[in-house]
């Protein structure tokens, strides 16, 4: 049985790789090795997963997002495609953070992080579970307000043009959206930026 197999598909830092091969001294080295044979996959510096064939687990990049730089949370493109309310692949992995913004590549992808500020981050987040991962994401409401609010160049301040956004330019199922929470909207415009805009969705809603 290899050690590496119970770290499931969780991604860790090369301490807890380590911590596996207690009787051996050089712990970097043994770890190069295992990059090198591919049963661990390196993520970023410091930091790997387990290959898939090893583990016997599917890979989530979902779950790498959070890991990969937090406190995080999937939002934008990517939440919504999750929730299947955007018809279109999405090629790169979005979310938001209260640290500073960054972008990281790896055999996985590539994964962007925005910065909000902490009132604004913790609304409308939600955790799901799975029965081998759980991951932190965006509700749809959420993930809707961070696209809209944290798109540069994306000004949006009357009724047409929120719904041409909407329906023409990211394909909205916009029977979902006439069903959406406005709660969250609420809080998103009192604490987040592009107000204005947030608060034509709650109008055109009508609640």
Known sequence: MNVLADLGNIPVDSSIIGSLYPDIKGKNQKISE???A??????KRG???????VSGKVISTELIANHLYGPSYISMQSALRYYGLIPETV??????TIKHSRDFENRFGRFEYVCCPKDYFSIGVTLISGHEFSFVI???EKALCDLIA?????NLRYRKEILAFLSEDIRFDMDAFFNMDVGIFRQCARNGKKG????TL??????
Request: no cysteine; hydrophobic share 40%.
């Open 34 to 36: 295992l990059e090198k």
């Open 38 to 43: 591919n049963e661990i996959i390196r993520l």
């Open 47 to 53: 930091m790997y997963v387990v290959n898939p064939e």
């Open 91 to 96: 090629y790169t992995m979005r979310s938001m």
């Open 138 to 140: 965006a509700t749809p």
């Open 150 to 154: 944290y798109t540069p160049g994306l």
């Open 196 to 199: 204005a805009a947030i608060g």
């Open 202 to 207: 709650i109008k055109i809603l009508g609640k």
